[in-house]
Each structure stands twice: as C-alpha cells, then as structure tokens.
C-alpha cells in the first residue's frame, strides 16, 4: 500500500489581462475551481492507476474541502485519516496571463494543522506502509516526523523548493526533483551542480547530499535516476536503518536515463505530482526504481495532454489505451 502524507488546495485559476501593480485593480475572468495540492494530486495520480493508496491530511469544513473529498474518493483514495478541522481548506489561487505565465498565492490553511502532534495520532496508517510519500507544502517538521519515523520506503518530492534537513535527506529513496528543485538543493548545500546540460552530473551531485536515490525530472526531455550501487540491495524494507551508509563515491553511482514519451503538451500543471503518485505505486508493487520511473513518464505524459491536474491523470485502462495509439 501507498500512503501519501501532505497537502490537499482548491486550485482557483482565473485569467488576467496583467499582474496588477501595487495599488491597482484589474477585472479577471470567472474563477475556475478544482482541486489540487501536490499530496492530493499525487494520491489522485496513484489511486487512478489502480494502487492501493491512503491519503493522510487535513481539509476545512467548506465546499472546497468537500471537493478534494469527492475527488479523492472518486480515484479510490482511502480517507480514514483525512481530517476536517477548524481552518479553511487550503488554496492557491493562479492567475494566468496572455503570455501563458502564472503568478501563484498560496493560502496552506488546513494544511498547517498537519503537524507532528497529528501525524503521531495518525502513525498506524503511515509508520509500517510500504511506501510513503511526502512533499513539502506542509510544515517541514512534519515532513521530517514522517521521514525518520517510516519503516517503509520514503519517496520525497521536494517540492515546493524548500530546506531539507539531513536525516530528511537520508531517509528519501528517491529523492524525486525537477531541474529548478535540484538547483535550489545543490545550492543550499553549498554543492556545485556540475555543467548545465549534464543533468547526469546534477543527479550524482544530489546523491552526494545523502538520499538513497535520486531522480531528477527534465519535463519533455524525461528523468535521470541515480542510485547507489549497494551490495546489500536484497535486504527486506523492514530492516533499513537509516544513516548506516557510507558516502557513495561517485564510481559506485549508476545513473540511467530514461526518455519522455514525445506528445503534444497540452497544460503541464500536475505533470511532476501524476510521475511522483505513479512511482510510488510501482515501487509498491516490488519494481526497481528504473522501472518505476519509466511509468511514471508514461503517466505524465498523458497528463500533460489534458487540461487540469486531478482530471488529467490517467487511469490504467486509459494508460494501455494511449499506449497502443
Ligand atoms: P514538474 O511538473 O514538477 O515541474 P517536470 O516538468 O520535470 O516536473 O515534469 C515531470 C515529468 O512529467 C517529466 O519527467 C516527464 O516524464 C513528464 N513531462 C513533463 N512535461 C512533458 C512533456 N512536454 N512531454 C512529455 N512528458 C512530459
């Protein structure tokens, strides 16, 4: 089983002429809601393709919450730990302009009562899963409560770019970031990323920070994964300790490139949640990570051939479909 453990918004989009400028008003479009939030997307994504997921989170009491509810449920998601508390449901409101570019305010709301008090009250659902996943629009502290206290497999998706502690760090396998993320971490650390167009570089430098694996998205150009070369590879999930490693050389990396599918992009929003919902539901299932990855680009792939987040992620009957086109 899949549990993803973070943030559930109501997606407001509404087009706009222009930004407007400090005291300005401009007129928008109607606002257009659906639901989003990188964990409920991702739960979305991965319950769509037929995983057994659970989603671990918070939502108000109000319209938006009760659509990220529907949504969820709709894809299969277990919500036995989905909690209404006494805040708004998250939002981020999107404007887009003529140019196709966006400004976004987000308001994390319900999100923030994520906290290490609620993840301890939730522990039975996400302490012996499988595989957990976790990104970082809820308090960081909580991320790393769930990080070092999982005895499964932990995939975190750095995003939004954000601080990661150590023991974060050591515990992600994978690290999953797009170019911008991995730019801010190996920045943060002080690291050099290596040349700009040797992402091969960039992945084996983001391994040094300390995760298990690594796999850094390129939108249409695909992932790099980068893992450890480990002798012990067959040990049982159950018994991983985390911190026990030695530093990898980088002679003892294996980084294997793995292709997009080429489509017509259509609307990217969501493309990074779909592969990360969609690896994890691989990963689950006992595939390597190369495997998994190469899922998840087929997932994303279709994703950004139709508008939206959640109503964009295929299901699996879609996936064999577009497979076959
Ligand atoms: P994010 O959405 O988090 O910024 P990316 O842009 O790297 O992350 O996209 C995540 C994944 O989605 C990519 O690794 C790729 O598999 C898929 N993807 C994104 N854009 C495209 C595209 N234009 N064509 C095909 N696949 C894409």
New binding site residues.
């Given amino acids: 089983q899949v549990v993803v453990v973070g943030s559930a918004n109501a997606d407001l989009v509404l087009d706009i002429d222009h930004r407007p400028a400090p005291g300005e008003t401009v007129i928008g479009s109607d606002v257009v809601t659906t639901p989003g939030g990188k964990g409920a997307n991702q739960a979305v994504a991965a319950g769509k393709v037929g995983g057994a997921v659970a989603f671990v989170g918070c939502v108000g009491d109000d319209d938006h919450g009760a659509l990220l509810r529907d949504s969820l449920s709709s894809a299969g998601v277990d919500l036995t730990d989905l909690r209404t508390v006494d805040a708004p449901t998250g939002t981020a409101t999107i404007m887009v302009t003529p140019d196709g570019e966006n400004s976004i305010i987000v308001s994390p709301g319900a999100n923030r009562h994520v906290t290490p008090a609620m993840l301890e009250e939730t522990r039975s659902s996400w302490g012996a899963a499988p595989v957990v996943v976790l990104q970082l629009e809820i308090p960081v502290e909580s991320v790393a409560v769930v990080a070092t206290g999982a005895r499964g497999r932990v995939v975190v998706?750095a995003?939004p770019a954000a601080r990661l502690g150590s023991a974060v760090l050591a515990a992600a396998d994978p690290l999953v970031?797009?170019?911008?993320?991995a730019a801010f971490l190996l920045e943060d650390a002080g690291a050099a990323a290596g040349p700009a167009d040797d992402t091969g570089a960039t992945a084996r430098a983001l391994l040094r920070l300390g995760p298990r694996s690594v796999v850094l998205?390129?939108?249409?150009?695909?992932?790099v994964v980068a893992e450890t070369r480990r002798a012990d590879a067959d040990r049982p999930s159950d018994d991983v300790r985390v911190g026990d490693e030695v530093p990898p050389a980088d002679d003892a990396a294996e980084v294997v490139r793995?292709p997009?599918?080429?489509?017509e992009?259509v609307d990217?929003?969501?493309?990074?949640?779909?592969?990360v919902g969609a690896l994890a539901v691989e990963l689950a299932a006992g595939a390597t990570l190369e495997r998994a990855v190469r899922l998840?680009?087929r997932v994303?792939?279709v994703?950004?051939t139709r508008r939206g987040a959640q109503t964009s992620f295929p299901t699996l009957e879609e996936l064999e479909r577009a497979a076959t086109q």
């Avoid at 970031?177 to 993320?181: A, D, L, M």
């Avoid at 998205?217 to 992932?223: I, S």
């Avoid at 997009?260 to 489509?263: F, I, K, N, T």
């Fill in positions: 998706n995003a970031v797009n170019e911008s993320e998205t390129l939108g249409a150009a695909g992932a793995v997009a599918l080429r489509v992009a990217t929003t969501g493309a990074g949640d779909s592969f998840a680009t994303a792939a994703a950004v």
